[in-house]
């Protein structure tokens, strides 16, 4: 690095005498050399090689100092939230740490497809070991969701295998997180326990992958708040409620301030922010997640109830939650001190825009008579249960798609960390997981529980622990995966290969191939309900397995597909399970896949350029494209 010169002085370029000894590096000071190699340009190679020239540079490229530091944050931008400002730490030991705990975690995810291809693909198939592994490496987890982040976020269009179970890894680290904090809020004092903040960690669980935080929600019901107070002060300037500020607790005790309250809040909320309940997507589970109510200004009775008491209560109106049957309410007591009397308060429907109802009124929005305990306030616990119990319903709805197992999953583990011995409920997660073939250690553990809380269930119980068990024998000896050349002579009718984009003739979807047979494998049942018959050849032709662009797996006749005109991706969640890249016109298999289908690959890219890449007279750089039948639309099979 010293570039000094031993002998004669030497002139400088501009005729002046130049002192050689002015030429070293290492002479300048040690925040000058500092600032020098955090140039942007200089990569954590190019500094370990620096700091091996001379004690003196070794030295200026110590752990503590600002090299090694910037040289970190330029690495791991999205890890700085987790030091404090001006913290003095090792960084390059944490460089370390962290450059080891990406490889060990990107070694472990592309293990994964080898050891889990095989099985049927189902919802969360990837449990148990897979996670066990990246927790045990006992590093911080804000290590290990970096790395599954970066993997996620490289190259949209490589990598997708990988991609896809780094997915699924953060997924399950990320609700295990979310639990846990659920668990700590519910051990907190029933009065200090927000149901705000109970709906944002069942958004959150729900939604793991999503930007969803306590701060950004508070922030912009904060916004509303401030909106409200605005609309008071025009109407009253000396009102109480504005004086509180952002987190106090005042209480309004005069019922006519209380009242400008919530005619203002009302006013706001449905006038101005246009919120209304969702009465034609009524069952749509985003309705449930608070950050979608605050997105698209509109939700169900109970999600809009909690942003409704919520407000209230920042403006110092107390509202209570109502569990009332099939229609969430609040309720505002119009008395000095609480009553018990139903009478006594006003019912306020958050759903219809905030209109007040008396007792009797709110039994005509469900057309029947109640008793007066449905009109008693209920904690925050309760009104959680009654949320997640909304989901549980929405996914029990559902069309036996991966969304619907994934809500229905996801709403029992919530509801069974609240109500943790609820035996009904324990049962359906026991079956759910069993039906979908996942994690049949836990299942074995939840059964176990069910039988200590409620032995007259032995007979259910004793049913999913045998096939349980020998689902588990199964897994230790797993049958070879048949391997399907296309050379083979019953194999020579099947036309398309593995990763061709199709185009379904009659239904008119995008899909694209990851399995094929040479002949219908489904069931009679199957081939009647689906009128295969009605084909021209009926089931006695190849049959595919598609992905399709609307998230559905389905299985096509040969003669209802065609290769696509102008290839596209394929939006579907399933794609890295089989396919490593997509390359404009087609998706590549990925190891396993090719493994299994080992002479579609070569057939694929014949395909390809035959279809996309060959010229016609005339065209000039135009590829010619495949025909497409838009004449008959009548679906005969998937």
């Not at 705000?196 to 509303?224: F, K, M, R």
């Not at 608070?290 to 997105?295: E, F, R």
Request: net charge neutral; with cysteine.
């Amino acid at each position: 690095m010293a570039t000094s010169v031993v002998g004669e002085v030497q002139p400088s370029l501009n005729g002046i005498i130049s002192d050689p000894q002015t030429k070293k590096l290492t002479d300048l000071p040690s925040e000058l050399l500092e600032h020098i190699l955090c140039f942007p340009v200089l990569k954590h190679v190019d500094i370990c090689n620096v700091s091996s020239c001379c004690k003196r540079l070794h030295d200026v490229c110590h752990g503590r100092g600002k090299v090694w530091g910037h040289q970190y944050k330029l690495r791991w931008p999205r890890l700085q939230r987790f030091y404090r400002q001006n913290e003095s730490c090792d960084w390059l030991r944490e460089y370390k740490t962290r450059h080891r705990v990406g490889i060990q975690i990107r070694r472990t995810v592309e293990s994964i497809s080898k050891r889990f291809f095989t099985e049927v693909p189902c919802v969360g198939q990837v449990l148990g070991d897979s996670f066990a592994e990246i927790e045990s490496l006992g590093m911080p987890e804000h290590f290990c969701e970096d790395e599954l982040l970066f993997i996620l976020t490289s190259d949209k269009r490589k990598s997708l295998t990988l991609k896809y179970y780094a997915k699924k890894i953060l997924y399950f680290l990320r609700q295990q997180n979310i639990l846990r904090s659920l668990k700590t809020f519910l051990e907190q004092p029933a009065e200090q326990q927000s149901a705000l903040e109970g709906a944002i960690l069942v958004d959150q669980y729900c939604n793991p992958l999503a930007d969803v935080t306590l701060e950004s929600i508070s922030a912009q019901v904060d916004e509303i708040t401030e909106k409200v107070k605005k609309m008071l002060r025009i109407k009253n300037p000396s009102h109480p409620s504005l004086r509180i500020a952002q987190g106090g607790c005042f209480v309004v005790e005069d019922f006519d301030l209380q009242r400008q309250v919530v005619c203002a809040l009302n006013s706001v909320l449905y006038e101005q922010l246009q919120y209304k309940g969702n009465e034609f997507d009524y069952y749509n589970p985003l309705n449930s997640y608070i950050h979608q109510v605050l997105l698209r200004h509109t939700g169900i009775p109970i999600s809009l109830s909690v942003l409704y008491m919520t407000l209230a209560r920042k403006l110092g109106v107390e509202l209570e939650p109502v569990n009332f049957p099939n229609h969430f309410l609040l309720r505002w007591c119009q008395k000095p001190r609480r009553s018990e009397d139903i009478y006594d308060y006003v019912y306020i429907d958050a759903f219809g825009k905030g209109k007040q109802l008396t007792a009797k009124e709110c039994e005509y929005l469900i057309g029947h008579q109640v008793t007066a305990e449905y009109y008693s306030a209920i904690s925050t616990t309760e009104v959680l249960l009654r949320m997640v119990g909304n989901l549980l319903n929405i996914g029990k709805r559902g069309e036996g798609n991966e969304k619907s197992y994934q809500l229905l999953r996801d709403s029992l583990d919530l509801y069974l960390t609240i109500n943790p011995d609820n035996v009904q409920y324990l049962l359906l997660q026991a079956r759910l997981y069993f039906h979908l073939g996942i994690w049949p250690e836990k299942v074995l553990d939840i059964l176990q529980h069910i039988q200590a809380l409620d032995p007259s269930q032995h007979g259910a119980v004793g049913y999913l622990v045998q096939h349980t068990l020998e689902h588990i024998q199964h897994k230790k000896h797993p049958v070879t995966p048949e391997v399907k050349k296309r050379s083979a002579p019953e194999h020579l009718e099947v036309q398309y290969s593995v990763g061709l984009i199709m185009k379904h003739k009659r239904s008119g979807y995008n899909c694209v191939i990851y399995g094929w047979d040479p002949k219908c494998t489904m069931s009679q049942e199957w081939i009647t309900t689906m009128r295969v018959h009605q084909l021209s050849n009926g089931a006695n032709q190849p049959f595919y397995n598609v992905l399709v662009q609307d998230g559905t797996c389905r299985y096509a006749a040969q003669e209802n597909l065609e290769p696509h005109s102008a290839p596209l991706e394929i939006g579907h969640p399933e794609v890295g399970r089989y396919f490593s890249e997509f390359v404009d016109t087609h998706y590549v298999a990925n190891e396993e896949l090719q493994t299994r289908y080992p002479e579609d690959l070569n057939e694929t890219l014949g395909t390809v350029q035959e279809l996309y890449h060959r010229l016609t007279p005339g065209s000039g750089n135009q590829a010619q494209a495949p025909g497409t039948d838009q004449n008959n639309h009548q679906a005969a099979a998937m």
